[in-house]
T-cell receptor, first 115, second 116 residues
Framework: AQSVTQLGSHVSVSEGALVLLRCNYSSSVPPYLFWYVQYPNQGLQLLLKYTSAATLVKGINGFEAEFKKSETSFHLTKPSAHMSDAAEYFCAVSLRRTGGFKTIFGAGTRLFVKA | GAGVSQTPSNKVTEKGKYVELRCDPISGHTALYWYRQSLGQGPEFLIYFQGTGAADDSGLPNDRFFAVRPEGSVSTLKIQRTERGDSAVYLC??????????????FGEGSRLTVL
């Protein structure tokens, strides 16, 4: 069975500081991995995805994530936080099934950015 | 439309009532998903459709919940005899499943259900 664990329900950083949001997954087969972001009062949108090509994946708004198979991790980073990055971030694992994909989400990490 | 559309955006109902939530996916997307998101939680998988058929309904919490997609496009999530614990935001997402598909989901803004 697939599962996702996000370490830390809340992360607070200062503007300009490094952002690190942690995600570990469990999967019996190589998964597709995603980070989605949810801004206040908006729907979830894709930030970036890993689909078995390059292990370092770049997404929108300067975010990137590195797939580490040995650690079963897919942590999200951004070198310098901006106030507009304040949102909730969800890590997700997707496995191909008959008839499509089944995607399971982590519990989410809320990012606070201090001025 | 250009994106996934969900109606109503907000629904307030009384305990025991019947509720329908509608999802109109991105045109051409063959896969459609329903998730439930409670306050402070991640989206919880309910069901997904490939075309008209439910490919996996293992996330439906009990037999009060049912979903249909009769023509392979619009889907309706139906909740009978609503309970206060059903209060949540119900999210719909669609996905293209061509040969190169990766399971990327495109979400609507959700239907917030409040059961009094």
């Amino acid at each position: 069975a697939q599962s996702v664990t996000q370490l830390g329900s809340h992360v607070s950083v200062s503007e300009g500081a490094l952002v690190l949001l942690r995600c570990n997954y469990s999967s019996s087969v190589p998964p597709y991995l995603f980070w989605y972001v949810q801004y206040p009062n908006q729907g979830l949108q894709l930030l970036l995805k890993y689909t078995s090509a390059a292990t370092l994946v770049k997404g929108i708004n300067g975010f990137e994530a590195e797939f580490k198979k040995s650690e079963t991790s897919f942590h999200l980073t951004k070198p310098s936080a901006h106030m507009s990055d304040a949102a909730e971030y969800f890590c997700a694992v997707s496995l191909r099934r008959t008839g499509g994909f089944k995607t399971i989400f982590g519990a989410g990490t809320r990012l606070f950015v201090k001025a | 439309g250009a994106g996934v559309s969900q109606t109503p955006s907000n629904k307030v109902t009384e305990k025991g009532k019947y509720v329908e939530l509608r999802c109109d996916p991105i045109s051409g997307h063959t896969a459609l998903y329903w998730y439930r998101q409670s306050l402070g939680q991640g989206p919880e998988f309910l069901i997904y459709f490939q075309g008209t058929g439910a490919a996996d309904d293992s996330g439906l919490p009990n037999d009060r919940f049912f979903a249909v997609r009769p023509e392979g496009s619009v889907s309706t999530l139906k909740i009978q005899r609503t309970e206060r614990g059903d209060s949540a935001v119900y999210l719909c997402a669609s996905s293209a499943l061509a040969g190169g598909g990766t399971g990327e989901l495109f979400f609507g803004e959700g239907s917030r259900l409040t059961v009094l």
